[in-house]
C-alpha cells in the first residue's frame, strides 16, 4: 500500500521491523529484498507519489512535483546544479534510464584501496543480474537512436573514437522524450514501477510519503526511532507529526541528504558529509543545416567513450553521451548572449546536444546551513578542469565532422565555432562557477564505506560504525565515483547490503 500525508491527517506512531528512509534505487531495492526475506517494512518517503497518470509532460509543472527544489538545488557557489529525484521511487523515475554497472577494475580499487573486501566479484555481479532483470535492462540497438545520437555516434566514428550504444531499463518507449520530467507510459522501469510493485507483491511492506525524516533517535550504540513531520506536497509546509519505531533502519536519502539526516542525530562520525564526488557534466550543443529533432526518440543512448578505469586509480578519462532536454532545460545550459540564444532557439528543431560527463576525485563536503538545508562545497580540480575542456574540445569536434554548421561551447563570451581552427579558443578558457553550466545527476560519496570507524561512516557490510543496526543505502557510500552512472551500482550496493541484513542481524 502507498498513502499521502492525506490519509493520516493526524500523523502517527507506529512499530515496525525495518523502516527504510528513501524510495529510489537505494531504499526500493532494500524494501522488496527485505520484506521478501520476510521482514515487516515501512518505507518513509518526502515526496509524492506520482503514477503514470499525473506526469503531465509540462516541465513547469514536473520539475517542481518531482525535483527536490524544483531541479534548483546548487552547490554553494551556484556553479552546479544538482539534480535529485523527490518522489515514490526517486532519481530512477527522472533519469535517462541509463544502465552502467561498476567494472571489474573499480570493485578492485575500492577492495585493495578502501579495504572494501566484504563481497567478490561474483557477488556484485548476482546483485546485478537480479537487479537488471527486475528493471528490464536491455541494450538499445543502432535502428533505436535517434538523429542525435546517430549524429554524436558518427562523428566519433569518423574520429576514430570508441562509440556505443546503451544498456537501458526502458521496455517499449514510445519516444516521447520526456524522460526527465517522468515517463506517462510507464516505458521507463523506473524504482516505483518495478521495485516497488515487487515489494508492495510481499504483503508486508507500506510506503508512507510526503514524510520527511527529521533525525534519528539512538541509544547506547543503536536506532531506536525516527521522527519527522508529514508535508504539503505544493509548498513543503510541514503537517503532523510521526514517529516510527523499528528493530533495523535503512538510510537511503542520497549523498546529498544522507549525510544531514546522520549529522543532525549526532551519528556517522567524523567522515560524515566529506569525500563528496560529482561527476560534474557541461553541455555542448551544436546547430545543422537541417531537423535533428533530438527532444523525441530516446534522449540518451549513443556515446563516444573516452573513459579509463585501473584498479590503482579508479575511474577516469571523460564520456560524451547524447542528450535532449525540454526547452526551459536548453535554454538555461546553453552560454550564449540574449540575442544569439533566442535565434539559437528558434532553430531548436535543428539542435543536437551531449552532455561531456567527467568521472572526478572525491573533494566536496555536504554540511547544514543555519537553516538546517543543506550546504554543497565542492570546487573542480586543476585536473578535473583540464579534462573537462578536453572532453568539451572533442565533442565540439565529433559534432563538426557530423556535419554540424556551427556548435554552442560553454562558455560565456566565445562565439559559435564553426571549424575545429575555432577551438583553439578553448585554449584560453576556464571553467569558472556560475558562469560555465554544469549539472551533476550522480553525487557520490559523504558517507564512505570502509574498515576503520573514523575515516569511513559505515563499514564493509554497509551498518554504521556506530549504530550497527542502521545501514546506508545509496551512492553516499561509495569510496570514489562508481561509474558513469549511478542507478545499477546504488542498486547493487542496495541489493548486497540487504542481503547482509537478512544473514547478520545487527545485535
Same mark, same amino acid.
Given at each position: 500500500?502507498?498513502?499521502?500525508?492525506?490519509?493520516?491527517?493526524?500523523?502517527?506512531?507506529?512499530?515496525?521491523?525495518?523502516?527504510?528512509?528513501?524510495?529510489?534505487?537505494?531504499?526500493?531495492?532494500?524494501?522488496?529484498? #527485505?520484506?521478501?526475506? !520476510?521482514?515487516?517494512? #515501512?518505507?518513509? /518517503?518526502?515526496?509524492?507519489?506520482?503514477?503514470? /497518470?499525473?506526469?503531465?509532460?509540462?516541465?513547469?509543472?514536473?520539475?517542481?512535483?518531482?525535483?527536490?527544489?524544483?531541479?534548483?538545488?546548487?552547490?554553494?557557489?551556484?556553479? @552546479?546544479?544538482?539534480?535529485?529525484?523527490?518522489?515514490?521511487?526517486?532519481? &530512477? $523515475?527522472?533519469?535517462?534510464?541509463?544502465?552502467?554497472?561498476?567494472?571489474?577494475? $573499480?570493485? *578492485?580499487?575500492?577492495?585493495?584501496?578502501?579495504?572494501?573486501?566484504?563481497? =567478490?566479484?561474483?557477488?556484485?555481479?548476482? *546483485?546485478?543480474?537480479?537487479?537488471?532483470?527486475?528493471?528490464?535492462?536491455?541494450?538499445?540497438?543502432?535502428?533505436?537512436?535517434?538523429?542525435?545520437?546517430?549524429?554524436?555516434?558518427?562523428?566519433?566514428?569518423?574520429?576514430?573514437?570508441?562509440?556505443? %550504444?546503451?544498456?537501458?531499463?526502458?521496455?517499449?518507449?514510445?519516444? =516521447?522524450?520526456?524522460?526527465?520530467?517522468?515517463?506517462?507510459?510507464?516505458?521507463?522501469?523506473?524504482?516505483?514501477?518495478?521495485? @516497488?510493485?515487487?515489494? #508492495?507483491?510481499?504483503?508486508?511492506?507500506?510506503?508512507?510519503?510526503?514524510?520527511?525524516?527529521?533525525?534519528?533517535?539512538?541509544?547506547?550504540?543503536?536506532?531506536?526511532?525516527?521522527?519527522?513531520?508529514?508535508?504539503?506536497?505544493?509548498?513543503?509546509?510541514?503537517?503532523?507529526?510521526?514517529?516510527?519505531? *523499528?528493530?533495523?533502519?535503512?538510510?537511503?536519502?542520497?549523498?546529498?541528504?544522507?549525510?544531514?539526516?546522520?549529522?543532525? =542525530?549526532?551519528?556517522?562520525?567524523?567522515?560524515?558529509?566529506?569525500?563528496?564526488?560529482?561527476?560534474?557534466?557541461?553541455?555542448?550543443?551544436?546547430?545543422?543545416?537541417?531537423?535533428?529533432?533530438?527532444?523525441?526518440?530516446?534522449?540518451?543512448?549513443?556515446?563516444?567513450?573516452? /573513459?579509463?578505469?585501473?584498479?590503482?586509480?579508479?575511474?577516469?578519462?571523460?564520456?560524451?553521451?547524447?542528450?535532449?532536454?525540454?526547452?526551459?532545460?536548453?535554454? @538555461?545550459?546553453?552560454?550564449?548572449? %540574449?540575442?544569439?540564444?533566442?535565434?539559437?532557439?528558434?532553430?531548436?528543431?535543428?539542435?543536437?546536444?551531449? #552532455?561531456?560527463?567527467?568521472?572526478?576525485?572525491?573533494?566536496?563536503?555536504?554540511? *547544514?546551513?543555519?537553516?538546517?538545508?543543506?550546504?554543497?562545497?565542492?570546487?573542480?580540480?586543476?585536473?578535473?578542469?583540464?579534462?573537462? @575542456?578536453?572532453?568539451?574540445?572533442?565533442?565540439?569536434?565529433?559534432?563538426?565532422?557530423?556535419?554540424?554548421?556551427?556548435?554552442?561551447?560553454?562558455?560565456?563570451?566565445?562565439?559559435?565555432?564553426?571549424?575545429?581552427?575555432?577551438?583553439?579558443?578553448?585554449?584560453?578558457? =576556464?571553467?569558472?562557477?556560475?558562469?560555465?553550466?554544469?549539472?551533476?545527476?550522480?553525487?557520490?560519496?559523504?558517507?564512505?564505506?570502509?574498515?576503520?570507524? !573514523?575515516?569511513?561512516?559505515?563499514? &564493509?557490510?554497509?551498518?554504521?560504525?556506530?549504530?550497527?543496526?542502521?545501514?546506508?543505502?545509496?551512492?553516499?557510500?561509495?569510496?570514489?565515483?562508481?561509474?558513469?552512472?549511478?542507478?545499477?551500482?546504488?542498486?547493487?550496493?542496495?541489493?548486497? !547490503?540487504?542481503?547482509?541484513?537478512? /544473514?547478520?542481524?545487527?545485535?
Amino acid at each position: 500500500m502507498i498513502r499521502g500525508a492525506a490519509e493520516v491527517p493526524e500523523g502517527f506512531t507506529v512499530r515496525t521491523e525495518v523502516c527504510v528512509v528513501g524510495s529510489g534505487a537505494g531504499g526500493g531495492v532494500a524494501a522488496a529484498l #527485505l520484506s521478501e526475506g !520476510g521482514r515487516e517494512v #515501512l518505507v518513509l /518517503e518526502e515526496g509524492p507519489h506520482v503514477p503514470r /497518470e499525473r506526469m503531465t509532460q509540462r516541465e513547469e509543472q514536473m520539475y517542481p512535483l518531482l525535483y527536490r527544489d524544483g531541479g534548483n538545488q546548487l552547490t554553494d557557489d551556484g556553479g @552546479i546544479s544538482v539534480l535529485q529525484g523527490r518522489v515514490v521511487g526517486g532519481s &530512477t $523515475v527522472v533519469n535517462m534510464a541509463d544502465v552502467v554497472g561498476i567494472t571489474e577494475e $573499480v570493485w *578492485a580499487h575500492w577492495r585493495t584501496l578502501f579495504g572494501c573486501d566484504r563481497w =567478490s566479484m561474483d557477488d556484485l555481479a548476482e *546483485a546485478a543480474a537480479d537487479c537488471r532483470a527486475t528493471i528490464g535492462a536491455n541494450h538499445v540497438t543502432a535502428e533505436q537512436l535517434n538523429r542525435n545520437n546517430a549524429l554524436l555516434v558518427r562523428g566519433g566514428d569518423r574520429l576514430g573514437m570508441r562509440t556505443a %550504444t546503451m544498456e537501458h531499463n526502458r521496455v517499449g518507449c514510445v519516444g =516521447s522524450g520526456y524522460c526527465l520530467i517522468g515517463c506517462a507510459y510507464d516505458a521507463k522501469r523506473s524504482v516505483a514501477v518495478s521495485w @516497488i510493485p515487487r515489494a #508492495l507483491a510481499t504483503g508486508r511492506v507500506m510506503v508512507q510519503s510526503e514524510a520527511r525524516v527529521d533525525r534519528f533517535e539512538h541509544d547506547r550504540g543503536r536506532v531506536v526511532a525516527v521522527v519527522g513531520h508529514l508535508v504539503r506536497p505544493a509548498d513543503g509546509a510541514k503537517l503532523a507529526p510521526f514517529r516510527v519505531e *523499528a528493530d533495523t533502519f535503512v538510510l537511503a536519502a542520497g549523498a546529498i541528504h544522507s549525510p544531514l539526516l546522520l549529522k543532525v =542525530s549526532g551519528l556517522g562520525g567524523a567522515a560524515v558529509g566529506r569525500n563528496l564526488s560529482l561527476q560534474p557534466q557541461a553541455p555542448v550543443a551544436a546547430l545543422f543545416a537541417d531537423d535533428v529533432v533530438m527532444f523525441r526518440g530516446i534522449p540518451q543512448a549513443g556515446y563516444v567513450d573516452a /573513459e579509463t578505469a585501473t584498479a590503482e586509480e579508479g575511474l577516469g578519462g571523460f564520456r560524451l553521451e547524447a542528450v535532449s532536454a525540454t526547452p526551459g532545460m536548453s535554454a @538555461i545550459t546553453t552560454a550564449l548572449p %540574449t540575442a544569439d540564444l533566442h535565434r539559437f532557439m528558434t532553430r531548436y528543431r535543428q539542435v543536437a546536444a551531449n #552532455l561531456c560527463l567527467v568521472p572526478d576525485r572525491p573533494g566536496g563536503t555536504v554540511t *547544514a546551513d543555519r537553516n538546517g538545508r543543506p550546504r554543497i562545497s565542492y570546487a573542480l580540480t586543476p585536473a578535473v578542469q583540464a579534462t573537462m @575542456i578536453d572532453a568539451i574540445r572533442t565533442a565540439a569536434r565529433c559534432w563538426l565532422a557530423a556535419g554540424a554548421e556551427g556548435v554552442a561551447l560553454p562558455f560565456p563570451g566565445l562565439p559559435m565555432a564553426r571549424s575545429e581552427a575555432d577551438l583553439a579558443a578553448l585554449d584560453r578558457v =576556464s571553467v569558472r562557477p556560475a558562469s560555465t553550466p554544469m549539472i551533476s545527476a550522480h553525487p557520490q560519496g559523504t558517507c564512505r564505506m570502509g574498515p576503520r570507524a !573514523g575515516e569511513a561512516v559505515v563499514d &564493509t557490510d554497509l551498518r554504521l560504525h556506530d549504530a550497527p543496526n542502521l545501514s546506508v543505502l545509496d551512492a553516499s557510500v561509495f569510496p570514489t565515483t562508481a561509474s558513469s552512472h549511478t542507478q545499477l551500482p546504488v542498486m547493487s550496493l542496495a541489493w548486497l !547490503g540487504a542481503r547482509a541484513i537478512l /544473514e547478520r542481524p545487527a545485535r
